[in-house]
């Protein structure tokens, strides 16, 4: 079993770059089962149905999302329909949506589990305790679990990956934009990394046009920040998983940038 996990897709620029690289993703790892953070890829805040069927077309089996997943309101009119794409599973008892689905690959079905971190971040319930309960239910089901953990501090992310080292296939990081180089496989088989990284505006900050981001930390006043419309870079995850156990047995980062990147 392989999968690539592309970082958070931010606004047009994200989803521009998604379509120049998809088409060399897939030759070079054809085998290779596509998921994917959208929780930015409307104008950088949430996401739309048209967006989301943009990216089914082409290739993206799963959609994970995150603490900006209701900031495009007509999501509350599809989202319970939308088998293929989830939210936090930690979000209160009776919030629209899934938490947690079942993608179907060659190799077999893929358990992905979307969870949010409390540091830094709105304090929903607890995403350890809310993981326990998922994977109780699970339990002997599924041989691939993936588990998105969509958080602001690195702390948190790393323990995540040590509590569930062995229980789960793979343990990755969203939501911070910046790709982490601290990949790696657990003693007992999960691979971690702290931070996918973003597919969006190499040049701005975290994806936000910069001068708005600058002014407001000099000033401390009220800024919008809107999407940068500079180039793009694209940055997602490879893993590899031992088709008998379904842990980990090799995981790389993807890295391209739009002034380096060949096209097809």
Known sequence: MQ???????????????????????????????????????????GITQQIAREFYEQGISAITLG???????????????????????????GTPGLGSTVVKAKEGEVLLINLQGRTFLPPIDCPFRKVDEILEEAQGR????????????????????????????????THTHVQTHDERILPHGTACLTDIGMVGPRDGILGMERNA????????????????????????????????????????????????????
């Open 3 to 45: 999968v690539i996990f592309i970082g958070d897709i931010v606004g047009s620029v994200g989803r521009k770059a998604l379509r120049a690289v998809l088409p060399a993703i897939k030759t070079q790892y054809p085998r290779a089962l596509l998921i994917a953070n959208g929780e930015n890829a409307a104008g950088g805040r």
């Open 67 to 93: 603490n900006h997943t209701w900031d495009q309101k007509e999501i509350f009119d599809f989202i319970d329909d939308e088998s293929r794409m989830i939210r936090p599973a930690n979000f209160p008892e």
């Open 142 to 173: 599924y041989k691939y679990i993936i588990v998105d953990f969509h958080a602001e501090a690195t702390s948190e992310k790393i323990a995540m990956g040590w509590y569930l080292d062995g229980r789960v296939s793979a343990v990755v990081g």
């Open 213 to 264: 981001v600058i002014q407001k930390f000099v000033t401390q006043l009220p800024v919008r920040f809107n999407v940068d419309e500079g180039k793009w870079h694209f940055h997602a995850v490879f893993i590899e998983f031992n088709d008998s156990t379904g842990l980990a047995e090799s995981i790389k980062l993807i890295r391209y940038d739009e002034d380096s990147f060949i096209f097809a």
